[in-house]
């Protein structure tokens, strides 16, 4: 996962020389260098897709042990924690995948691009009442490009490469799934008269959503090895055959995750201490599963707010502001 270290350099802050620019960002093999020269301009949206990868991550994980933690000025972001073939190594591909793809789409379609727009080809009859208009977003293009990028440095024969090359389309075969029909109504007094139609993608969120469900629900595999022409190659097989096998919709991982609970450099466990948690919770987010056992503090905060709001004809909203105090709970 080093590539994805672009998303947190400034690379992309000031656009310089082209081999000054893929030269500089860390990590890349040479595939993915060879892609950042050829398709410069794409290239913030690679990154910006990484980023939105990272971000629903930290969202998604926000009240687990392992809350998607980021390692500043390191080449490996999330540190060792996806030297493990765990869940958290399956999500993190799935979701950085689709942020890639999905970002990469979203700037076709916004015009940034020369060598990408709208998609005209999955079209079809319009139906009753509506027509074709807009730019529906060309999802292919973003799936293709995330592919070739993502998936570049994982061409070895060996089982973790088949695992990441697995859960990287995972995630981009969740953009293609969530591509939905958004229609704009066009008449006089906000009538229906003509509705025009184009293909969207979903809030990220909802991408975030489901592979969280994705996450939770994952595939646990044992490697197999066997000879072909080229060499010994190891393959993946459903750990339980009494399940249904892995789709190519699932996430799958052949390594148990650590529990994160204490700090442990060899793990990249942050544990955690002074997590604040939730006290009313029953689920992992509450102070008994957050905190491991250990107990927790509570202290109160002051904090100010907007209050007693009124709405004043015409138009505008006045508010007092209020202190209110509020309980904390953090893990031992």
């Known amino acids: 996962m080093e590539s994805w270290s672009l998303a947190l350099g400034q690379q992309y802050s000031s656009?310089?020389?082209?081999?000054?620019?893929?030269?500089?960002?860390?990590?890349?093999?040479?595939k993915q260098l060879r892609f950042c020269r050829n398709y410069i301009e794409i290239m913030p949206s690679v990154a910006e897709g990484v980023k939105l990868g990272i971000q629903e991550c930290q969202h998604q994980f926000r009240g687990?042990?392992?809350?998607?933690?980021?390692?500043?000025?390191?080449?490996?972001?999330?540190?060792?924690?996806?030297?493990?073939?765990?869940?958290?190594?399956?999500?993190?591909?799935?979701?950085?995948?689709?942020?890639?793809?999905?970002?990469?789409?979203?700037?076709?379609?916004?015009?940034t691009s020369t060598i990408c727009g709208c998609d005209s080809h999955h079209k079809g009859p319009p139906g009753d009442g509506w027509k074709w208009g807009g730019c529906s977003e060309d999802a292919d293009f973003g799936v293709l490009?995330?592919?070739?990028?993502?998936?570049?440095?994982?061409?070895?024969?060996?089982?973790?490469?088949?695992?990441?090359?697995?859960?990287?389309?995972?995630?981009?075969?969740?953009?293609?799934?969530?591509?939905?029909?958004?229609?704009?109504?066009?008449?006089?007094?906000?009538?229906?008269?003509?509705?025009?139609?184009?293909?969207?993608?979903?809030?990220?969120?909802?991408?975030?959503?489901?592979?969280?469900?994705?996450?939770?629900s994952a595939s646990e595999m044992v490697v197999e090895k066997h000879r072909e022409s080229r060499g010994w190659v190891e393959t993946l097989r459903a750990k339980y055959a009494l399940f249904k096998p892995p789709t190519e919709r699932d996430l799958v991982y052949y390594e148990n995750s650590p529990n994160f609970c204490e700090p442990n450099p060899?793990?990249?466990?942050?544990?955690?201490?002074?997590?604040t948690c939730n006290v009313t919770s029953h689920g992992i987010d509450g102070c008994d599963l957050l905190c491991c056992g250990r107990g927790h503090n509570t202290r109160t905060e002051k904090r100010k707010e907007k209050c007693h709001c009124i709405f004043h004809w015409c138009c505008y909203v006045s508010c007092q502001e209020c202190t209110r105090v509020y309980d904390v709970h953090t893990c031992k």
């Open 64 to 111: 687990r042990r392992w809350n998607c933690t980021t390692i500043d000025d390191s080449l490996a972001i999330f540190g060792p924690v996806l030297d493990k073939a765990t869940r958290e190594s399956a999500f993190v591909h799935a979701i950085a995948s689709a942020g890639v793809a999905f970002a990469v789409t979203r700037s076709c379609a916004e015009g």
């Open 145 to 216: 490009v995330s592919r070739e990028f993502a998936d570049a440095r994982e061409n070895r024969p060996d089982a973790r490469s088949a695992m990441n090359r697995h859960n990287n389309e995972a995630g981009r075969t969740t953009i293609l799934d969530h591509m939905h029909l958004k229609c704009k109504c066009h008449g006089l007094s906000g009538s229906c008269e003509v509705k025009t139609c184009w293909w969207a993608q979903p809030d990220f969120r909802a991408i975030g959503d489901y592979l969280k469900d994705k996450y939770d």
């Open 15 to 30: 656009l310089g020389s082209q081999p000054l620019l893929c030269g500089s960002i860390p990590g890349l093999v040479p």
């Open 266 to 275: 060899e793990t990249g466990s942050f544990g955690t201490r002074d997590r």
